[in-house]
């Protein structure tokens, strides 16, 4: 699943790690996120979703391959 | 902290506890003497370095690298990392052990380390069908 996590955080000039400590999960997890190598769950997608202020939706790119 | 102090002090006691009865009381080369040696010996090096390093650990502890520990225990990556570094650990490991009690079947060694191996492979099997059923209905 694609996501613009990296876009939206560089938007808000926040860092990796500023955006870690905002959700309270570790750096390498915002890292795996970005790369899209880690599907989160929906609490931290939400989470995610709330602090950049915008839907699920716009966050993370849900396509044909993710069987929606 | 308590708990995890408690429960080295308590291994600690045993581990001497069974050295002594090795020494003192199941003397000469039997299978007691060596059981209590080997266990004493596993518990009190376990208890002493379960000791030092919580001792470690308090020393250097403030509010930073608590809050960094608490946020990589809880850490949902972490959490689902540790969850499949497990299964694949049961995974590899059930059929070695499922092997090597064949094999020490085979070869005829001692009758009690066989069934002492398959002792092992049912406890596997009895763990996971148990934790199975447990979080079917949990989950």
């Given at each position: 699943m694609e996501n613009r996590i990296k876009e939206l955080r560089a938007a808000r000039g926040m860092t990796q790690a500023e955006l870690a400590e905002i959700i309270s999960v570790s750096s390498r997890t915002i890292i795996s996120l970005e790369k899209g190598q880690y599907n989160p769950s929906v609490l931290l997608a939400r989470k995610l979703s709330l602090v950049f202020a915008c839907p699920i939706e716009e966050v993370f790119l849900f396509g044909e391959e993710d069987g929606i | 902290m308590k708990k995890e102090i408690l429960i080295s002090v308590l291994g600690l006691a045993a581990g001497i506890i069974l050295i002594l009865l090795a020494m003192f009381?199941?003397?000469?080369?039997?299978t007691l003497n060596g059981v209590c040696y080997g266990f004493g010996a596993a518990l009190l090096a376990l208890s002493v370095g379960n000791l030092v390093g919580t001792s470690v650990k308090k020393a250097v502890e403030t509010p930073e690298t608590l809050k960094i520990q608490e946020i990589e225990e809880h850490d949902e990556r972490n959490i689902r990392i540790r969850e499949r570094a497990g299964w694949n650990t049961v995974r590899i490991f059930t059929p070695v052990l499922c092997f090597l009690t064949l094999a020490s079947a085979l070869i005829g060694v001692e009758l009690y380390v066989t069934l002492a191996a398959c002792g092992l492979v049912l406890l596997v099997a009895g763990l996971s069908i148990g934790s199975q059923i447990y979080y079917d209905k949990r989950l």
């Open positions: - | 009381v199941f003397t000469g080369s039997t």
